[in-house]
T-cell receptor
Framework: SAVISQKPSRDICQRGTSLTIQCQVDSQVTMMFWYRQQPGQSLTLIAT?????????ESGFVIDKFPISRPNLTFSTLTVSNMSPEDSSIYLC??????????FGDGTRLSIL | QQQVKQSPQSLIVQKGGISIINCAYENTAFDYFPWYQQFPGKGPALLIAIRPDVSEKKEGRFTISFNKSAKQFSLHIMDSQPGDSATYFC?????????????FGKGTKLSVIP
């Protein structure tokens, strides 16, 4: 399966600032996804990162808050904008291709003070 | 509306015992059902998966049982070991691609005690 690297692995940020999380895959993949996992909770899909076009956001998530880029088939970024304590969470990148299961990175643990 | 219901929320099993986690889904269009295992500080890792055309799939100590008519599937961990202590998530997806729009259950925290 693909090797997925996420940076940073954790961060502590001030309220009102923004953080960009990077997801790098060691091979080209069709689909890249961004999830949020709050402590002790399940995973919630934020958006699907589409190469060469705007990301597809799930209900409750908007581009102004979570802008996503996907410049090529191996890289994507998620920015958490104007952060508040409610944004403290684990942010996970996953990748997949047709007829292949999704595989996840180890996530970015984000705390907002 | 939660589309995949998972139970129990937590489970304590003696070493060597059988761990059983159950999931039920609502959307009959789902056509791929993976299980993920997550250790603290790590991302979810694919454990085993099944499609609805089979009733059971076994990989080592891990078995998925699938009941299409009841819209239920379960994970059985035989001879449970302390190293199996983790959170397990069932999931379901559409399209047959196996990688699009996963819907997760709420997770089961398994503790295997020596």
């Amino acid at each position: 399966s693909a090797v997925i690297s996420q940076k940073p692995s954790r961060d502590i940020c001030q309220r009102g600032t923004s953080l960009t999380i990077q997801c790098q895959v060691d091979s080209q993949v069709t689909m890249m996804f961004w999830y949020r996992q709050q402590p002790g909770q399940s995973l919630t899909l934020i958006a699907t990162a589409n190469q060469g076009s705007e990301a597809t956001y799930e209900s409750g998530f908007v581009i102004d808050k979570f802008p996503i880029s996907r410049p090529n088939l191996t890289f994507s970024t998620l920015t958490v904008s104007n952060m508040s304590p409610e944004d403290s969470s684990i942010y996970l990148c996953s990748v997949g291709s047709k007829n292949q299961p999704q595989h996840f990175g180890d996530g970015t643990r984000l705390s907002i003070l | 509306q939660q589309q995949v219901k998972q139970s129990p929320q937590s489970l304590i099993v003696q070493k060597g015992g059988i761990s059983i986690i159950n999931c039920a889904y609502e959307n009959t269009a789902f056509d791929y059902f993976p299980w993920y295992q997550q250790f603290p500080g790590k991302g979810p890792a694919l454990l085993i998966a099944i499609r609805p055309d089979v009733s059971e799939k076994k990989e080592g100590r891990f078995t998925i049982s699938f009941n299409k008519s009841a819209k239920q599937f379960s994970l059985h961990i035989m001879d449970s070991q302390p190293g199996d202590s983790a959170t397990y998530f069932c999931a379901a997806t559409l399209s047959g691609a196996g990688s699009y729009q996963l819907t997760f259950g709420k997770g089961t925290k398994l503790s295997v005690i020596p």
